[in-house]
């Protein structure tokens, strides 16, 4: 397997793994029924982030027993008054990028009081190839207009149609944090659907419940939660994946490590600094020998 094509599913990972799921408010949906059918359960209010929140993740590849880690993505938030402006640029370091030179791009304009997408912009850098998609939602009518093609000048403009309540990949990870996720049970299944790639994905997610005194590379030890989000399978995962997200079991519900077989191995991705984050990172254990360590060399 050649370097290039590993590089080039780890970039994609790297940003969609943190992404895949979208978990419903408990309370306010009863089982089996459908996520997106408009009404209150659009609505999403921010009590987890803030202005100037900045998260950075490494990401670790094992290809035939070897761990190598190859890029970083920086996922930061910023108030513009009436929306949040989300972002999550990432890319290899620069000693592979003789080999496979990834600059990815992800943004997303977001409305303040719901969090739903308004604009987002995709700018892919991959090697030799290269992809511009702007998403523009339009709520009322159940559109979404995307300017893509290989280069922004280039772009050509197609409309779709889609669910009112619907969000892109990125705006999607951020109101996911806004769960409480005392009010779930271990084993509940949610309906999740996103819009990428001209089209809108039902997917589902499964949580798997509480996880304490987990150790996250380089960062210690935390009490967790575990989601296994379904995934779009194909060129990134295999038919059988099983996605694994831990996240802080506090209040700033922050992605502490992902992890996942892919097509031709296994990837983790670790949250290798945070800062900006709105409440003490409470989940955080000290001194207590963890149960069970999560590192790139397990």
Same mark, same amino acid.
């Given at each position: 397997?050649?370097?290039?094509?590993? @590089?080039?599913?780890? /970039?994609?990972?790297?940003?969609l793994?943190?992404?895949?799921?979208?978990?419903?408010?408990?309370?306010?949906i #009863?089982?089996?029924?459908?996520?997106?059918?408009?009404?209150?359960?659009?609505d @999403? %209010?921010?009590?987890?982030?803030?202005?100037?929140?900045e998260?950075?993740? &490494?990401?670790?590849y094992?290809?035939n027993?070897?761990? @190598?880690?190859a890029?970083?993505v920086?996922?930061?938030?910023?108030d513009?008054?009436?929306?949040?402006h989300?972002?999550a640029? +990432?890319?290899?370091?620069?000693?592979?990028?003789a080999?496979?030179?990834?600059?990815?791009?992800?943004?997303? *304009?977001v409305?303040?009081?719901?969090l739903l997408?308004?604009?987002?912009i995709?700018?892919?850098?991959e090697?030799?190839?290269s992809?511009?998609?702007?998403?523009? =939602?339009?709520r009322e009518?159940?559109?979404?207009k995307?300017?893509?093609g $290989?280069t $922004?000048e280039?772009?050509e403009?197609?409309? *779709?149609?889609?669910?009112?309540?619907?969000?892109?990949i990125?705006?999607m990870v951020?109101?996911?944090?806004?769960?409480? =996720?005392?009010? @779930?049970? /271990?084993g509940? %299944?949610? #309906?999740? &659907?996103?819009?990428?790639?001209?089209?809108?994905w039902?997917?589902?997610?499964?949580?798997?419940?509480?996880?304490?005194n987990?150790?996250?590379? +380089?960062?210690?030890? =935390?009490?967790?939660? /575990? !989601?296994? #989000?379904?995934?779009?399978k +194909?060129?990134i995962?295999?038919?059988?994946?099983? !996605?694994?997200i831990?996240?802080?079991?506090d209040?700033?519900?922050?992605?502490?490590?992902?992890?996942?077989?892919?097509?031709i191995?296994?990837?983790?991705?670790i !949250?290798?600094?945070?800062?900006?984050?709105?409440? #003490?990172v409470?989940? $955080?254990?000290?001194? &207590?020998?963890a149960d069970?360590?999560i590192s790139p060399?397990?």
């Open positions: 397997m050649h370097l290039s094509r590993l @590089m080039k599913i780890g /970039a994609a990972f790297l940003v793994s943190l992404m895949a799921f979208r978990v419903p408010q408990p309370e306010r #009863p089982d089996h029924l459908p996520l997106y059918t408009g009404g209150d359960q659009c @999403m %209010d921010n009590q987890v982030f803030r202005h100037g929140e998260m950075v993740y &490494k990401v670790f094992n290809w027993f070897i761990w @190598m880690s890029g970083e920086v996922f930061k938030v910023e513009l008054g009436d929306r949040y989300f972002s640029h +990432g890319g290899t370091y620069k000693g592979y990028d080999f496979f030179k990834v600059r990815d791009k992800y943004d997303v *304009y409305d303040k009081t719901t997408p308004i604009t987002s995709r700018e892919v850098n090697g030799k190839y992809l511009y998609d702007k998403l523009t =939602f339009d009518n159940g559109k979404v995307s300017l893509r $290989k $922004k280039v772009a403009l197609v409309e *779709y149609d889609t669910d009112s309540c619907i969000h892109d990125l705006s951020y109101c996911a944090r806004n769960l409480s =996720f005392d009010q @779930m049970r /271990a509940q %299944d949610f #309906p999740i &659907k996103i819009f990428i790639d001209k089209k809108t039902p997917l589902k997610v499964n949580y798997k419940g509480k996880f304490p987990k150790k996250i590379r +380089g960062l210690g030890h =935390f009490n967790t939660v /575990a !989601l296994n #989000p379904e995934v779009i +194909g060129y995962f295999k038919e059988s994946s099983n !996605l694994t831990w996240a802080s079991d209040k700033n519900r922050l992605p502490l490590m992902i992890e996942s077989p892919i097509s191995g296994s990837v983790k991705v !949250l290798k600094s945070y800062r900006g984050v709105r409440y #003490p409470s989940s $955080k254990v000290k001194d &207590k020998k069970e360590e060399e397990d």
